[in-house]
């Protein structure tokens, strides 16, 4: 197992599709060349902002194939494998695993609602059969359950693979529990942008973002300030960036940070249903914060 421990700006990417639905791997290379180049610390793909809940078994397989050639060993790649069936999760992590990327990134089993010893068992038995740095993703707003500091400090101290949170919860009280009471070679992330400032202040040791898509090298340096305690430096990113860390859930994400990427011209502007293109109006309003942030 490689020793590598998740921290800094790890950018959740996006999924580029041509018109009809098709990966786009040129401009999920030219998406990764970009990440590199404004200083990122890891790439997530197939996360929930690269739309995996509509991403085939072959699609994600493709997309971790073409990652780890595009990035060339210049910058980790942590593969999305959770899903909400445990057999399935396993299937997905070896195949990543044996293709060589950096970690896992293990979403809670969605929808079925596991209770706390169901969701330490899910991860445990990942853990225990798949040799690689793993980060637990912990979103109740879309899985339904919530992953408590118990449980997910149990996982750390029991499974010496489990490497990193990704705490999405909103919950600081929870936050905290974990970061004082985690084993020192366990980071908790912070799974919103806006609270990446207040995470790392409290102990934590990074982020997993949205807005890192289209403003990596901003807030790549806003977290690397907040690492180092330069917090007046990493406080005027974040009041800079803040209207467009807001707007990115004025519709559903990855809707926003998608079309945010289209006015940069790095990618069309399509998404594979449920999802659909963000109304006019809120285009508007996300084109007006683009203009006023410098990055259009």
Not at 15 to 25: C, R, Y
Not at 95 to 108: D, K
Not at 182 to 204: E, M, V
Request: charged letters at 20%; one cysteine or more.
């Amino acid at each position: 197992m490689n020793n590598y421990i998740p921290q800094g700006t790890i950018t959740a990417l996006v999924t580029p599709f041509q018109k009809g639905g098709a990966i786009d791997f040129d401009a999920l290379k030219d998406l990764i060349q970009f990440q590199i180049q404004g200083g990122v610390d890891a790439i997530v793909v197939c996360g929930s902002t690269g739309e995996s809940a509509t991403l085939t078994l072959n699609d994600k397989i493709a997309i971790f194939e073409k990652s780890l050639e595009f990035a060339a060993g210049k910058i980790p790649i942590i593969a999305g494998t959770g899903t909400n069936e445990t057999e399935g999760t396993l299937n997905l992590s070896t195949i990543a695993f044996n293709l060589g990327v950096s970690a896992l990134l293990l979403v809670a089993p969605y929808y079925n609602k596991p209770t706390q010893d169901g969701l330490f068992e899910h991860f445990k038995l990942i853990a225990d059969n798949v040799g690689i740095p793993i980060i637990i993703y912990n979103v109740p707003g879309r899985t339904g359950v919530n992953i408590s500091a118990e449980t997910q400090l149990k996982l750390a101290n029991n499974c010496k693979n489990i490497k990193a949170t990704k705490e999405a919860s909103g919950n600081f009280e929870q936050m905290m529990k974990i970061i004082n009471g985690a084993p020192k070679d366990f980071n908790l992330l912070s799974g919103d942008d806006i609270y990446t400032i207040p995470i790392i202040a409290l102990g934590g040791k990074g982020v997993v973002s949205v807005i890192s898509n289209y403003a990596p090298k901003q807030f790549s340096d806003l977290v690397k300030n907040a690492l180092n305690g330069k917090f007046d430096k990493a406080r005027k990113i974040h009041y800079d960036l803040l209207e467009l860390m807001e707007l990115n859930f004025i519709e559903s994400n990855p809707i926003p940070v998608k079309y945010a990427l289209t006015l940069m011209k790095k990618i069309d502007s399509v998404y594979r249903l449920p999802l659909l293109e963000m109304t006019k109006k809120n285009r508007e309003i996300f084109k007006k914060a683009m203009q006023k942030a410098g990055l259009i």
